[in-house]
Structures are given as structure tokens and as C-alpha cells.
């Protein structure tokens, strides 16, 4: 009795220091302020009318005439009677938006880590490294509500399917349930398609281990047991997928009646998105590197400078007004990378890399594995049209890939994977039971491979050109034109 009373008050005032770090994080809150965001700006637009409608009658519309000449508001904030779920997320959710979803974050990843049995203080950090992480926070300003909402839920699925695993049957059958039901209900279907494919390779593991060590019996247990946990959290969203799903059959998603393209020639794919669509933002090879070295391709596609930057000083130094040469320095890009565009870019940090890196060769859980296969698979499916042989092979044979574009986001499992793995190096490292000189060589071993990774960069460096997506709308009347290196500085 004890013991399980000093977890609660452990893990509640865990809670509160994470509900205190979300607060703390997004203060403007706290003032009544609120964070724009350019698509929920749109979405209020689009959705005035059913507001409108809703407020007046007291009735569901189902359909309005706001959105691209008429459309059905089934992904456009549609209330479903009987909607328990959404009742329990709005409890979970319970601070101001944004750091409602910060909060997400935190309180999610630290029930998955508890799952794997890691030390409440490991833990912490863990969640913190997690929802700092800056794709997870660039998102908030573009509006991606849904995915960071679909985001949070993650860790706590994963957690129920490693509780099952554990045989905690029912505590595992419970989280899993409970958590996918929050996930569908989150309502950002790629996100879930993705961990899932992570989860295909946890399961593959598993499986193998299972074969290895002869318990086979255990391992088909628990996949039934989440089979069914899976389906009573998919059940409980069934009235909004089902309607989602009469909504996709007739958009651009859903089979084409068209079989010839704008350009004359016969239509690839009439049954889901075009592989040009899927794949128009795909992450670079080369600018995977920025989620350890940051800004590594450079910023965000629009980012106010200001007057203390050496554009501003070259502006001026050239004769243009300095009103003039500060209101151009107000919106520049300075992403340079083959994407059409991006908010910032994805860095998770080079500790927590390093740490990654050093659990390659410190842990020996199976756990390794999965979480190595899972940032393996998102890296490559994030690359897109710039591995096309991975990315048509995906489009053409795996059910559902072809419904979704910006492959890009598929990173977001690599986001989920690498701090778990550099928890679980930090564990082995404050393992008392594990020898000192296997801790000195798997350092020894990181420490070099960074240390040349480090070198490798600072020597290809001069071989970028820093020519990015926009640097055409740069041209300056009556001016020569400026050198896009003094843009990126």
C-alpha cells in the first residue's frame, strides 16, 4: 500500500510539474493571448457558417457552403452525438491551447517510458526532450492542431502495446484501448498510418524473439489481446469514420473518374492521391542532418531578420532607406533545402542524437531494434521523391499510403523513437550492474563517430550553394542583385 501510494503522489506531482513547464513555456496564455495560426485561421472562416447554424438551431448542419463552393463538414469540426471520447480528451486537454498539447506531449511520453519500466526521473527528462523537440512545437504556428493532437496520444498507444508485451494484460489492454480511442479521435489519420507501419517492426521483433526464445504462446496472446483493444478504440470513433470515409470516396483521395492528365497523357493512379501530390514535400537527404546539427540548410521559409542582421547593414550600406530595407528583412527565407517550403526545421537535438547513438551500442533490449527500425523506415519514407525506388514501391503495394501527401511528416516517428532510445542509453549508463569498460567503449565509440561526422560537415560546408525554393522573388528593382549568402547568415 505504501509503495503504490508514494507512485501516485510521484506520478501526480509529476503531472503538475508538467502542467507548471506547459504554462510556463506558452506564459502569453496566461494573459488571454492567443497564438496565430495561419490554417486555423482559415478553418474559422470555413467553419463560420456551421457555427452559425449550430448556435441558432441547436442542430448539426452536416454540410455547409463556406468551403471550396460546398462540402461536408465531417473534417471540419462536425459534433457526433454520443461522443464520450472527445469528453475524455477535453479533460486530458484541460489547459489553454497551445500548451494543452505541450501538456500532451509531456504527460504521454512519460506514461510510455513508465510502461518500460525507466526511473520517474529519466522519465521527466525524457518527456521534456520529447516535447521541446522543435518540429513538435514549429507545428503550433502553422496550425497543425490535429497532428500535434494525434502526436500526444502516440507514446501512450505505444505504452499500452509494450504493457501487453510485459504480460500486464489487462493494465496493457486497458491503455491500449483507452489510447487509441483518443487517437482516432484526435483525427489525424497519416500520423496513426505511420506508427503503425513502426508498429508492424515492434511486432516483427517481437516475433523473432518470441521464435528465438520459444514463447510463442505469450506472443499471439498479446497480439489478440490488441487486436481487440485496437478495435474497440476504433469502434468507439465509428460514426466520424464512418463519415469520413463516404466524404474520402468522393474527393480527390477517393477513385477518379479522369484517366487523362492536364497535359494529354493517360492519368497514373486513379485510385488516390498522384505520386507528384504525395511526395511534393519530401524532406532532402542531406538535410536530415538538421535534426542534430540545427539550421543546418538554414531556417524557416519566412523569418523577420530585423535591423541586426547583416542583410539589414547591406540594405543600408547600399543606399536603400532604412524603413525600407527593415521592411524587407521582415519576411525572408531562410531555408535553402528542396522543399517547397517549411516552418523551421526539425532539430531534435545533438544530445539527444548522441545519446541515441550511444544506445546503438550500450542497450541490449530488444527494444533497440524496433526503435532503430522505426527511425530507419521514417527517414526513409520522409525522404519521398528524393528515394523514389522506396517511395513507389510504398505507394503502389502498402493499402492507404497513396491517400496521404507531405511525406515528409512521416519523420514524426523518428521523433518518437530517438529520445525513447537515448533514455534507455542513459538507464544503462547509471546501471550499476553493467561493466565499466562496455560504458567506456560504447562513449569511446560515440564520441569518434560524432567527432568525424563534426569534421566531415565543417569540410563539405563550402560545397552548399544556399540557393533555396524562393530565392527567385528576391530580385531587388534597381539593384544588383543581393548575394543570397548574406540572407542565410
Same mark, same amino acid.
Given at each position: ?6 507512485? +501516485? ?116 527528462? &525524457? ?13 503550433? &504556428? ?60 515492434? &511486432?516483427?521483433?517481437?516475433?523473432? /524473439? ?39 470516396? $468522393? ?29 511534393? $514535400? ?100 520522409? $525522404? &519521398?521523391?528524393?528515394?523514389?525506388? +522506396? ?10 499510403? /497513396? ?61 552548399? /550553394?544556399?540557393?533555396?525554393?524562393? /530565392? ?18
Amino acid at each position: 500500500m505504501q509503495t503504490g501510494l508514494k507512485a +501516485f503522489f510521484i506520478h501526480f506531482f509529476v503531472a503538475v510539474f508538467f502542467v507548471i513547464a506547459a504554462v510556463a513555456y506558452f506564459s502569453p496564455v496566461l494573459q488571454g493571448k492567443i497564438l496565430y495560426q495561419n490554417d486555423i485561421a482559415q478553418y474559422t472562416g470555413m467553419a463560420k457558417e456551421q457555427n452559425d447554424f449550430r448556435k441558432k438551431t441547436g442542430e448539426e448542419p452536416y454540410w455547409t457552403n463556406s468551403a471550396f463552393g460546398g462540402m461536408p463538414t465531417y473534417q471540419l469540426g462536425a459534433y457526433y452525438p454520443h461522443n464520450y471520447v472527445k469528453k475524455l480528451d477535453s479533460l486530458i486537454r484541460f489547459l489553454p491551447r497551445p500548451a494543452d498539447y505541450l501538456f500532451l506531449y509531456f504527460i504521454g511520453f512519460y506514461i510510455l517510458l513508465c510502461c518500460m519500466k525507466v526511473d520517474y526521473r529519466l522519465a521527466i527528462l &525524457g518527456a521534456l526532450a520529447f516535447g521541446f523537440s522543435t518540429y513538435l512545437i514549429i507545428i503550433f &504556428g502553422a496550425g497543425h492542431n490535429a497532428k500535434a493532437h494525434a502526436l500526444g496520444y502516440l507514446p501512450m498507444l505505444l505504452g499500452g502495446i509494450i504493457l501487453v508485451f510485459r504480460k500486464k494484460y489487462l493494465w496493457g489492454f486497458l491503455l491500449a484501448s483507452i489510447a487509441m480511442a483518443l487517437e482516432v479521435q484526435a483525427n489525424h489519420y497519416q500520423m496513426t498510418y505511420y506508427f503503425m507501419l513502426m508498429v508492424l517492426i515492434l &511486432g516483427g521483433v517481437y516475433l523473432y /524473439d518470441a521464435i528465438r526464445k520459444k514463447y510463442l504462446k505469450h506472443f499471439f496472446i498479446s497480439v489478440g489481446i490488441l487486436l481487440v483493444a485496437v478495435t474497440l478504440g476504433i469502434a468507439t470513433n465509428a460514426t466520424g469514420l464512418m463519415a469520413t470515409k463516404e466524404y474520402a470516396d $468522393w474527393s480527390t483521395r477517393g477513385k477518379s473518374e479522369l484517366t487523362i492528365d492536364p497535359n494529354g497523357g493517360t492519368k497514373e493512379n486513379t485510385g488516390g492521391l498522384s505520386k507528384e501530390y504525395i511526395t511534393q $514535400w519530401s524532406y532532402g537527404i542531406t538535410e536530415s542532418l538538421n535534426l542534430f546539427v540545427p539550421r543546418l540548410l538554414g531556417g524557416a521559409s519566412n523569418e523577420d531578420l530585423g535591423k541586426d542582421s547583416k542583410t539589414f547593414e547591406y540594405l543600408v550600406e547600399r543606399g536603400l532607406p532604412r524603413n525600407r530595407a527593415l521592411e524587407f528583412t521582415e519576411g525572408l527565407p531562410l531555408y535553402w533545402g528542396t522543399q517547397p517550403g517549411t516552418s523551421g526545421p526539425a532539430y531534435i537535438g545533438a544530445i539527444i542524437f548522441f545519446l541515441f547513438f550511444l544506445g546503438l551500442f550500450l542497450v541490449q533490449k530488444k527494444a533497440k531494434w524496433w526503435l532503430l527500425g522505426g527511425t530507419i523506415l521514417s527517414l526513409m519514407m520522409s $525522404w &519521398g521523391k528524393n528515394f523514389s525506388l +522506396f517511395t513507389d514501391f510504398m505507394i503502389d503495394y502498402f493499402p492507404l499510403y /497513396d491517400k496521404f501527401r507531405a511525406v515528409s511528416s512521416a519523420q514524426v516517428v523518428l521523433e518518437l523513437c530517438a529520445p525513447v532510445l537515448a533514455v534507455l542509453a542513459l538507464v544503462a549508463i547509471f546501471d550499476p550492474n553493467l561493466e565499466k569498460v562496455k560504458k567506456m567503449i560504447a562513449l569511446k565509440y560515440t564520441f569518434f563517430a560524432f567527432l568525424g561526422l563534426g569534421v566531415l560537415l565543417f569540410v563539405l560546408k563550402g560545397m552548399f /550553394d544556399f540557393e533555396g525554393y524562393s /530565392d527567385e522573388n528576391l530580385r531587388i528593382t534597381g539593384m544588383e542583385e543581393l548575394p543570397l549568402s548574406l540572407i542565410h547568415i
